[in-house]
């Protein structure tokens, strides 16, 4: 293979050599718009960073799920292998600059707390205080999760830009920024411009932040965006910030006239910062920068090579899945710039969550079970709850989605009992009872869980095991002959899940093109030696395939025998069991999307079980699960699942799950057919569902119409139909409603909250068999009867007509939505943090080798074997959690940050 640089800017391509490859054999060079692309120190920079293409060709072959490898340089340039082309927006622009993203940033710097003070004196007027405007927007771009900061606007008096925040820092995430940009607007020149209290209200702000213990602790820095200073203020730096410079200065003139410069690039270099001025509004990105040059110096003198991983994103400019970025600092080593500090860029590959997710050995979890992980901020980095956020009316992701708290999916835990304990890195257990939505958030499952939780060595992140209580303790196994097995497995009805890792095909290049099963029988016959499988799991897997084998006879003679289907009602027949092993078979050619990949909820993933193996499974044994499917576009079908359960005294774990898909006017037409089927000796029935005097409806356990005379409300909440009724049933105990929350969303004027909408859910209570009741309706008494059908979740009810209910309200599942005010959450956000010990331990990562991320292999399944009680490493890093919306930075070395050239 031959590898290539093809070199991009918003002016063409051009390649280094003069013959054109494929681009996935290349790694492409991409540049902003903004910057020019035949600057001298860029075309050095990609020349002498073609040396990568061996190494990320080498790196892939030698490990394929390497996706994405780049190299971000400090210069601008963007090097990405394999290569793809990068297409201009609808203004012509290619805006991606790659260090204005939360990998390159988290790598080149170490946390820090920042105070931008902006100049909104009467000589700021006009173009000036627009550019001003720009420049404090593109400092808040450089900052990431892990930074805290604040905008301070002076001119005879000291304005904060967010009134509610005064004397205080909050932490850089997304919502923040775009709150203070809001404000930026607001800004307008006038009077006289009094620096020296400007300095000194920043430098107290950072002292007394310093002193809480939360934020960066050491690394800080003032931001000065200004077109001049009559003075050098020094007293105040003397007062301040001397001998021990622990607050660098960052001047930015803005404007052309330098007047006052010398005193700026003095207060930059008395106090180890930097001088920049920025005259056009082109001159901004580039300029602002300079300073993380500056701030990464530290790190670059003492080398530390300390690797970042960052939360959960989604960057549309690169990729549109989910990822985790592992990256870290490039430097010279030049002799002769060894001492100078020069960063060189960032290296990083892009690990997507979906191959994690692989890792996860589903069928140790039981039914509910979940593997989830956090970083040190909070933030999940996988969850099966983690819903990204679309972009309004369409079914792409909003760009430069970040992943959301875990306080925000297990929103139960009210004290954030586990969110702390992961965040603090500790190692334990933890039990609450939860809600889980499923069927498009339309149905809910109670359950008990049972949380265990450790970090994982070399990462900021935790993990925690889920495992529902009832589930997942007992498993059944057998063992049979290999052939058998194997012959078997390879039957056309048979189908393993599709996400579930039986074998590594990823690993090697000549196992990709293998299909599970075929890799198992490979495997299995020894002619894979090289092949790594979970022997185990396929064992189990094997053994599914032969005792579920007569099934198959079994449903062929079904088919067969026109009478038992002669209207052809039922479509499909299926089975799942434990091991992700399924059997289907068709009885009716049909286009639906049931059972296969765009179906979520209906198959075997990667973070579930099939919605109906997991319904059926909450249901007592034998009992069948009706249910009109949410889940996909088909209404117009019946799904019914049932549980197989192996009792063996208090042992009874469930094996499998069988059920079919019937059309839905088959099912209604049976369900009419025995209505109409009396016990009288002349079969005559005193009153039936025929009679105009009563409404019947068939409903199933969370109150869903399955069957009634009136089509159009098939389908529909029983409450929206009968608001009276399910009034009644709620009150006399017969169901029972259930609140969840949902948060992972933004809004524009009002902050994120652990919870922000509740969705209700309805749950029939199981001792209920048969009730009746009575309504008074203006006067008028109107009678019902419910009764559940033996051996299913659905109930029949019957109520008169001869009354008018509809002055009662119905029923409805729509949200409700919780509103707090922005000054609570700050309020909140910035209450009184409780002390946080942990030490990241971070191993080397080297440029010439990108395959970090294979060390997280092989950490979540040992968590689930067995979890250890001791505690964390502690350490004494000095960083802080606070409340989950001011979540914590990440832990600093003291030897990192504090010995500052």
């Not at 050098?232 to 003139?253: A, S």
């Not at 067969?560 to 289907?565: A, D, F, R």
């Amino acid at each position: 293979m031959t590898a290539v640089s093809c070199f991009e800017s918003s002016s063409g391509m051009h390649l280094s050599f003069f013959f054109f490859f494929d681009l996935s054999f290349l790694s492409v060079v991409q540049v902003p718009t903004n910057m020019y692309n035949k600057d001298p120190d860029i075309v050095n920079g990609v020349y002498w960073s073609e040396a990568l293409n061996k190494v990320f060709v080498e790196n892939f072959e030698r490990d394929p799920t390497l996706i994405w490898q780049y190299f971000g340089s400090a210069k601008g340039f963007f090097r990405q292998y394999p290569g793809v082309k990068w297409h201009p927006d609808e203004h012509g622009v290619i805006g991606f600059d790659c260090r204005n993203r939360k990998w390159y940033i988290q790598a080149a710097t170490s946390p820090k707390d920042v105070v931008i003070l902006v100049d909104v004196s009467g000589s700021m007027k006009g173009l000036r205080l627009t550019i001003a405007r720009q420049t404090v927007s593109s400092i808040l771009d450089t900052l990431g999760d892990d930074d805290f900061f604040n905008i301070i606007a002076y001119n005879q008096e000291i304005h904060y830009v967010e009134p509610c925040l005064n004397g205080t820092l909050v932490r850089a995430d997304r919502t923040n920024k775009d709150h203070f940009r809001e404000h930026l607007d607001k800004l307008f020149a006038k009077g006289i411009g009094l620096l020296g209290e400007a300095l000194t209200e920043a430098f107290s702000i950072l002292n007394d932040f310093n002193q809480t213990g939360r934020g960066s602790v050491c690394s800080q820095a003032i931001m000065l965006v200004t077109d001049g200073a009559t003075e050098m203020y020094d007293d105040v730096f003397e007062k301040y910030n001397w001998p021990e410079r622990k607050v660098r200065i960052f001047p930015y003139l803005i404007g052309r006239e330098s007047a006052f410069a010398d005193n700026l690039k003095w207060m930059a270099c008395a106090n180890k910062g930097y001088f920049s001025q920025i005259s056009t509004l082109a001159d901004v990105q580039e300029n602002v920068m300079r300073y993380l040059h500056v701030m990464s110096r530290p790190k670059v003198i003492d080398h530390e090579h300390d690797t970042v991983w960052t939360e959960a994103y989604v960057d549309s400019a690169v990729s549109p899945s989910l990822t985790t970025t592992v990256a870290m600092p490039v430097f010279s080593t030049k002799n002769e710039t060894k001492n100078q500090g020069i960063l060189l860029g960032v290296v990083g590959t892009d690990i997507p969550l979906q191959e994690l997710m692989k890792l996860i050995p589903k069928h140790m979890l039981g039914i509910h079970g979940y593997v989830f992980a956090i970083t040190n901020n909070g933030y999940i980095l996988t969850h099966p709850d983690l819903r990204p956020l679309y972009q309004e009316g369409q079914k792409r992701r909003k760009p430069n989605y970040s992943s959301v708290d875990l306080s925000e999916v297990e929103w139960e835990d009210k004290d954030y009992i586990l969110r702390n304990a992961m965040v603090n890195r500790r190692t334990g257990t933890f039990s609450m009872e939860v809600k889980r939505t499923v069927d498009r958030g339309r149905r809910v499952l109670k359950m008990h869980n049972d949380y265990y939780y450790t970090d994982i060595n070399g990462t900021p992140f935790s993990v925690g095991v889920a495992l529902s209580r009832g589930h997942g303790k007992y498993f059944f196994r057998g063992n049979v002959s290999m052939e058998a097995g194997l012959r078997d497995l390879e039957q056309p009805d048979v189908a393993l899940a599709d996400e579930w890792t039986y074998c590594n095909t990823e690993e090697k290049h000549e196992h990709r093109h293998l299909s599970q099963i075929q890799a198992i029988k490979l495997y299995m016959m020894g002619r894979r030696p090289h092949l790594k499988c979970d022997r185990e799991l396929i064992q189990e897997v094997l053994f599914d395939a032969v005792v579920t084998a007569p099934l198959k006879s079994y449903w062929n003679s079904l088919a067969l025998n026109k009478s038992e289907n002669s209207d052809k009602g039922v479509e499909i027949v299926f089975l799942g069991t434990r091991t992700g092993l399924s059997r289907t078979k068709l009885f009716v050619p049909t286009d639906q999307d049931f059972l296969t990949a765009e179906d979520k909820e209906g198959v075997f993933n990667a973070d579930h079980f099939p919605l109906w193996y997991k319904r059926a499974a909450e249901q007592v044994p034998g009992t069948f699960v009706y249910s009109i499917p949410f889940s996909t576009e088909n209404k117009s079908v019946v799904l019914a699942s049932t549980a197989i359960q192996l009792l063996d005294d208090r042992k009874s774990p469930i094996v499998a799950a069988v059920g079919l898909q019937m059309k839905l006017e088959y099912f209604q037409r049976k369900f009419w057919t025995a209505c109409r089927q009396c016990t009288a000796l002349d079969g005559k029935c005193i009153i039936s569902c025929d009679s105009e005097d009563i409404n019947c409806y068939l409903i199933d356990n969370n109150g869903f119409i399955l069957v009634t005379e009136e089509q159009s409300q098939t389908g529909l909440f029983f409450g929206e139909v009968e608001g009276a009724v399910m009034n009644k049933l709620l009150q006399m105990g017969c169901f029972k409603r259930s609140e969840t929350c949902r948060s992972q969303r933004s809004r524009s004027k009002t902050m994120m909250v652990p919870c922000d909408t509740e969705y209700p859910a309805f749950v029939s209570e199981r001792t209920i068999k048969e009730t009746t009741g009575n309504i008074e309706c203006d006067g008028c008494l109107r009678s019902f009867v419910i009764q559940q059908i033996p051996s299913t979740n659905l109930f029949m009810v019957v109520v008169d007509n001869k009354c008018d209910c509809s002055s009662i309200p119905p029923v409805t599942m729509d949200p409700i939505e919780i509103i707090l005010s922005k000054f609570y959450f700050y309020l909140f956000g910035t209450a009184a943090a409780e002390e946080l010990s942990a030490h990241l331990i971070t191993r080397g990562l080297h440029v010439n080798r990108l395959t970090w991320w294979w060390r997280s292999k092989g950490l979540v399944a040992p968590v689930l074997s067995s979890l250890t009680y001791a505690s964390a490493p502690q350490g004494s890093c000095g960083c802080s959690v606070a409340h989950h919306h001011l979540r914590v930075n990440v832990c600093v070395r003291m030897s990192l940050c504090c010995k500052a050239p």
